[in-house]
């Protein structure tokens, strides 16, 4: 199906943590994140950085949760924030950087910082640099790129 | 039909980087299924496909086995190609995709992806 140019509509909803984490979840985590929020995706926040880069989630137990995705996210160092994003569920074990995963993390950590622009690694093996942006209902999310490779597919 | 591929690293400045994507610029649409089995073989987490003209495009995303709503880097990646290589004179990019209109805008090597908000609330 072709796509359908449309507005998107997306609405914001007041935060809230949540209390009781869906089955399975903190056992696959490997740790007990700080809160839990929910959007498209579970949101694990966690105190520090280093706590992010070294979690090793069990990726077998975590496809069997219920939800579309996790991302796991702390404080940086030396950036505003860092995360790492997993989706079994959907035949990604974890990615590398995702841009879909910081239209609910910038909303999150602004409000968190009180900063509209923010500076965010996702700190996977191949890692990430995104510079953010907070505007109300829409987010901008900026990035570099390098061509790999360049080639023709004969159909 | 010869069809051009790119592999582009998203979010990073280093070839090996960041999350790679294949980018197919087409001069019209191919079947779903064509479309589906060029990402299959691709094998990379998302190939995006777009048509159109400078004006607007229509921009596709897949994983190797479905079609996605939504895709960031992927997104980037197109926008790199068209303005790295197919309309390097540009500094602005508009899709129409499944997720609305998405703007990619290029300064100083960076580029910019408008995207809707997607807050976490209450459980």
Redesign the interface.
Known sequence: ????????I?L?????R?ESPPRGLLEALGGEPGE?????DY?AVFGDEDTVRNLQPNIELLRAVDMYALIVTAPGRSVDFVSRFFAPG???AE??????A???L???WSERLNKKSLLAH?VSH??????CE?????????????????????? | ????????????????????AAV?PLDH?LG?A?LQA?AAENNL?ETAFFTGNSD?R???WF???VEVD????A???SA??IL??LEPKRREVRF??????LRVTREA???????????????
């Open positions: 199906m072709r796509p359908v140019c449309i507005p998107s997306f914001r909803g007041p935060p809230k949540i839990l929020w929910l959007a498209r949101v959907r035949g990604i990615d590398p950087v995702t841009g879909s910081h239209c609910t910038i909303p999150f996702q191949r890692g990430g640099e995104l510079l907070d505007l109300g209902e829409r987010v901008k999310i900026s990035g570099r790129a390098v061509l790999y490779c360049e080639g023709t597919i004969y159909l | 039909m010869r069809i051009p591929l790119y592999q582009v690293d998203a979010f990073t400045s280093r070839v090996f980087g960041g999350n790679p197919c649409w779903d064509t060029i987490s607007l229509e921009l596709r994983t190797p086995a939504l895709c960031g880097h997104t980037l990646a790199f190609v790295e290589r129409c995709s499944r997720s609305g209109e090597g960076l580029y910019s992806l408008d995207f809707p908000s997607r807050p976490a609330k209450a459980h």
